[in-house]
């Protein structure tokens, strides 16, 4: 049976038991064998034991240290794991929470007009409308998409002002003050329900509706954009970049009006329709206010006489049928006045008697310029505001088309603007429906001749 290792203290013992035997037998023996270099060689081999455990005991004793170092690491390692794997999950979490549930609704408020009966309810309306498109909204995103916690997000852009005249010159105008209600009613429905009034400038919100398209299309969080301005053509041109750019798939339209712009139905993404949110048509066609842009106008384009109706007669004189435009113009800048379209109509007399018929009843002959009319159409009641009411000499009753609006913005481009002539600030700057410069710029053969009608200092400069 093996016994077990010997201590180097067992060692020590044996050799001193084996030194004292040989003595007691014979010292003789023993002085001949151990010679002194046996001797040295034993307590060196003793000596190295010594050194040797000792060697072991120290390193068992850094050993023990690095042992529980290591431990240490490893519980740290362990502690660090865990947490990392808390992280990994929160991080999922909070992604499964935003990405792909964030739906961004931009609406052009100038074509997607909420409906009359819904706006007639003031704030209630604007509750109401928050609601329905809320509802809709969520409701065909889960059926087509699969349900998820989606966070909803509206942008309205409209210009007050326009939609005002719009009302107005359709015989909707008791909706103006309502509107103002369903504007803030909207608004408080839910902090990210939001219905701004972008002003009167020329394409203002379509500028601004590009920019959140561009912006919000881009962010992953963003799992749909449902865009509301299919009435308009011009928006084509920027989804199908979005749609080029690999956005196709976040692309959802809101239709406004029954019938989308060719351009944007031409695009063949999925739509969305919520009845009796919008008005289904536009309210008259080319109603929608814009300030008309300054028209380029060739030497061989006729310039209007000074009495020509499309004029108003002499705008810087006031004549027996009321105030001049110029007057108008300083009055109404500042401060609109009710439309006299709200005004209960009476019956029209015959010839170019003052107007007196309802709005939109009386049909454009074609074939005919709109100056030879008889009375011709009022400038001001269709591209401004027209104060002489009942009293003006000119129709306030036709049914207009954009074709017949365009053909009034362009003549009234060639007539000039009673304050620029003047050489004061026109109060309506560019929305102003006459001209503020002669239309032949610097080659103008009247002025050479003293007799143009564009008489104001820097009229006949070129504009660009």
């Avoid at 014979?26 to 151990?34: A, F, G, M, V």
């Avoid at 969520?138 to 349900?147: D, I």
């Avoid at 210009?159 to 909707?172: A, E, M, P």
């Avoid at 600030?425 to 006459?434: K, L």
């Amino acid at each position: 049976m093996d016994s077990e290792p010997a201590s180097s203290q067992d060692y020590q013992n044996r050799i001193e038991l084996g030194f004292d035997q040989l003595k007691s037998k014979s010292p003789s023996i023993l002085s001949r064998t151990l010679t002194n270099q046996t001797s040295d060689d034993v307590y060196k081999f003793m000596n190295h034991e010594k050194s040797s455990q000792e060697t072991i005991r120290k390193l068992e004793n850094e050993l023990s240290v690095y042992k529980l170092a290591i431990s240490g690491l490893e519980a740290e390692r362990d502690r660090f794991r865990k947490l990392q794997d808390e992280t990994v999950k929160e991080v999922t979490f909070l992604k499964d929470q935003v990405k792909g549930h964030r739906v961004v609704t931009l609406i052009d408020g100038d074509g997607s007009i909420f409906s009359s009966d819904i706006i007639a309810q003031g704030q209630h309306g604007g509750h109401l409308a928050a609601c329905s498109l809320s509802d809709s909204i969520t409701q065909f995103l889960s059926t087509n998409y699969g349900a998820a916690p989606y966070q909803l997000w509206v942008y309205l852009f409209y210009n007050k002002r326009g939609l005002t005249d719009t009302f107005n010159r359709v015989g909707l105008g008791s909706l103006n003050k309502a509107y103002e209600d369903f504007v803030v009613g909207f608004n408080q429905a839910t902090e990210r329900f939001t219905m701004v009034d972008v002003g009167s400038m020329k394409e203002a919100a379509d500028t601004k509706l590009r920019v959140y398209l561009d912006d919000d299309i881009r962010l992953p969080q963003t799992f749909k954009i449902i865009f509301g301005g299919c009435h308009d053509n011009g928006y084509a041109s920027s989804l199908r970049s979005q749609m080029t750019a690999g956005f196709r798939d976040k692309l959802i339209l809101l239709k406004g009006y029954t019938q989308m712009a060719n351009a944007i139905a031409a695009l063949d993404l999925p739509s969305l329709e919520i009845p009796d949110l919008f008005m289904p048509h536009k309210l008259a066609a080319g109603c929608r206010w814009m300030p008309a842009s300054n028209q380029v106008v060739t030497d061989t384009d006729p310039i209007l006489d000074e009495s020509s109706p499309m004029l108003l007669g002499e705008p810087d004189e006031t004549d027996s049928t009321g105030p001049s435009y110029s007057r108008v113009l300083q009055g109404a800048a500042p401060n609109r006045e009710k439309s006299p379209r709200e005004q209960s109509p009476s019956t029209e007399a015959s010839g170019e008697a003052s107007y007196t018929g309802f709005p939109g009843t009386r049909h454009i002959i074609p074939g005919i310029r709109l100056s030879k009319h008889k009375p011709p159409p009022c400038t001001l009641f269709y591209l401004s505001n027209c104060k002489h009411g009942t009293q003006c000499k000119y129709g306030h009753d036709y049914l207009m088309s954009e074709e017949h609006f365009q053909e009034l913005r362009d003549n009234a481009k060639l007539g000039p603007c009673p304050m620029i002539n003047r050489d004061e600030v026109c109060t309506w700057g560019d929305a102003c429906c006459y001209g503020h410069y002669c239309p032949h710029s610097t080659k103008c053969p009247f002025y050479k001749l003293g007799k143009c009608k564009f008489r104001g200092v820097d009229m006949h400069r070129d504009p660009a």
